[in-house]
């Protein structure tokens, strides 16, 4: 079969013939129909990434992903061929939580097996390349906003970053009642997609000091609860600068450099907290999956783009150039 494999000791990353996988005892062979690309991806053949429990050899990435099942392993119930499935990014092993496409093979491939635990049934009337966003740019802020932040109604929120992922947030905090609602985002168009997704308000923070406009939003006091989709240590600090007293701050973009927090004190005497975020529980993608079947969210306008599978290279620079600002893109082996 086909896959895309990035060498995690030398960097190199193309599309090779390899063997088709076999599932071991309770594993599951998944026919891949869809998977997405994510800035995880891009982060990871750049090299500033690495899954905690997979640092050499090489590795097939993509880790949004929809197909169907194809072969089972021994000890799996419940499961047969021809089942529509997701599949969740987490599963815990002995030595700790494990990612698929970061630390075992992922789906940009035409086959990948995964343990049967991770399989999410997909609703007939969902095609799969949505269905492939949601274990991922669906439910890492789905987790975010009702679980780390626990956003309740009426509370008032920004978000920096209304890209691939921030976009999604903005939706899912209008479903959870949030208000208002502000985006931040340097890019027209991000700007004005977030406006007709939900956004009461949406920031230039070229133009603007985002932190004064959105205390001017607020009454002065700032947000109960403010999102980084960003991962830049400049954004993470107007964040606890926008933020109420007693507000959350929440970080969600993967941020490497140092953050310095130049008076401390300040966090007690607001009574601010900052909590981390990563990924999502495994009860997310199925409760998603249910909600987008009942028609209570709606994110097809999310699939910017379809590459097969040999055109990935493709694929990964349409998403590094943000030409068009694509949401999400998927590749279709
Ligand atoms: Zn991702």
Redesign the pocket.
């Known amino acids: 079969m086909l896959a895309a494999r990035l060498n995690l000791d030398t960097g190199e990353f193309g599309v090779k013939d390899v063997p088709v996988p076999n599932p071991d005892p309770g594993w599951v062979r998944v026919k891949v129909r869809a998977c997405?690309v994510?800035l995880?991806d891009l982060h990871m053949i750049g090299g500033h990434l690495r899954g905690p429990h997979r640092q050499t050899g090489e590795l097939t990435l993509g880790?949004?992903i929809a197909g169907e099942v194809d072969s089972i392993g021994s000890d799996v119930e419940g499961w047969n061929v021809g089942d529509r499935v997701a599949i969740s990014l987490l599963h815990n092993q002995a030595d700790g939580e494990h990612t698929v496409g970061v630390d075992f093979d992922g789906g940009w491939a035409e086959y990948v097996v995964v343990p049967a635990i991770t399989l999410v049934e997909i609703p007939d009337s969902l095609p799969f390349d949505v269905a492939s966003i949601v274990p991922?740019?669906v439910s890492t802020p789905w987790a975010a906003i009702t679980q780390t932040a626990a956003v309740k109604a009426g509370e008032s929120v920004a978000v920096w970053g209304v890209g691939g992922v921030g976009t999604h947030a903005i939706q899912i905090l209008r479903f959870v009642g949030a208000a208002p609602i502000i985006a931040v985002d340097p890019l027209p168009e991000a700007r004005e997609r977030a406006l007709r997704l939900g956004a009461d308000y949406a920031i230039d923070p070229r133009a603007e000091n985002a932190v004064e406009t959105i205390k001017r939003l607020t009454k002065g006091v700032g947000v109960n609860v403010a999102f980084d989709f960003v991962g830049i240590s400049a954004v993470e600090l107007e964040l606890l600068q926008a933020t109420a007293p007693f507000g959350r701050t929440i970080w969600v973009g993967a941020n490497a450099q140092p953050f310095t927090l130049e008076a401390p004190g300040m966090l007690l005497f607001m009574r601010q907290q900052i909590r981390g975020h990563y990924a999502s529980g495994p009860e997310a993608v199925p409760d998603l999956l249910d909600l987008l079947a009942l028609d209570r969210l709606d994110f097809s306008e999310s699939i910017s783009g379809h590459y097969p599978l040999t055109d990935v290279t493709d694929a990964i620079e349409h998403l590094q150039s943000k030409k068009g600002n694509p949401v999400r893109l998927v590749i279709v082996p």
Do not use: F, I, S, Y
Request: proline share 0%; net charge negative.
């Open positions: 997405g994510c995880t880790h949004e991922d740019a």
